[in-house]
């Protein structure tokens, strides 16, 4: 009896918890920032992005050593625990144009990136490029192809970002772009991944916008979470971080707020990017040992403070329950 008592509840659960929603995290406050060391230089090195795995870093720098002006560059590390490699510039993928802002698609075999270079397939006063390898552990990286001018226009697009819906799989690649129309300077726009493998026209995302600059964003992998390069009215200084919350992929975006110290700082910092667990966030910022200077990249830490399961919130209510009961009928 109590056997066959505890199957018919179990089966109940089963057929109840099927249904229930994905899971919701929570995070502590940010830790104070630190500069990422052996990679920054005298010149502005910025724009950080991560692998999975977070041993390979491809970051922005004007420093000595590139092609012209910004450049591609990547870093490696053999473990989380060891320190950065040397970093190696891009040569196959920049120019003597400026090349920057790169971001990765989430299989990482596909990189989008600016590039103000004018070529016969180029839209405006600058674009967003993409190019592709077969072998994500290399960096043989194909020739650069410009996303063509459906995606780009004659304005400037700017700051690539790629966000892969974790419910339906849709793609949607984010960027900035000054073309006209309100709200005003860089809004941040948004295009689709089509049927055919083509991105669509970019339709203006006005929760990330302002009538300020609004460039590069980062979305956390859940969609939950997004954190925007602005210089709206309000912050910390010129450039800040700000960031949006949502409980679910269905609810409307909160209006943006700014990320509080010590991420920002009284001097620019701007172009996050998330580590899939949530947990670290790499920007760059000015910030110096007196006043504002150069860029550099640096990072901040948090820690989960919740994981809450819907599917595993009721299976430990329903084992209490069951317990109760058994306890209750064996007397």
Known sequence: MRQSLTLSLLACFMATAGSSPQSTETFGDWSSAGRVEAVNTAANDMYAVLSKDELTMYFTSDRLGGLGGDDLWFT??????????????????????????????????????????QQVSSCG??????????????????????????VNTTATEIAPAFFENPETGQVTLF???????????????????????????????????????????????????????????DGHANIDIWTSTRETLS???????????????????????LSRDGTTLY?????????CGTRDIWYATREKTKQENAILAMAASFWKRTLAHVALTSH
């Open 175 to 233: 960027y900035g772009s000054n073309r006209p129309g309100p709200p005003k300077d860089f809004d941040v726009y948004a295009s689709a991944l089509g049927e055919d493998g083509y991105f669509g026209p970019g339709v203006l995302v006005p929760e990330f916008s302002s009538p300020g600059r609004d460039t590069r964003i980062f979305m956390r992998r859940d969609g939950q979470e997004v954190f925007i390069t602005s210089d709206r009215a």
């Open 76 to 117: 490696t590390r053999a473990s989380l625990a060891d320190p950065w490699e040397a970093p190696t510039n891009l040569s196959a993928l920049n120019t003597g144009a400026m090349d920057s802002l790169a971001v990765l698609s989430s299989d990482e075999h596909v990189m989008f990136f600016h590039s103000t270079r």
């Open 251 to 273: 609810d409307p975006w909160p209006t943006p707020i700014d990320v509080p110290g010590p991420v920002n700082s009284d001097c620019d910092d701007g172009s996050p990017w």
């Open 125 to 150: 006063a600058g674009d967003i490029w993409m190019t592709r390898r077969h072998d994500k552990r290399t960096q043989e990286w194909g020739l650069p192809v410009n996303l063509g001018c459906v």
């Open 283 to 291: 920007f760059f910022s000015n910030r110096a040992d007196v006043g």
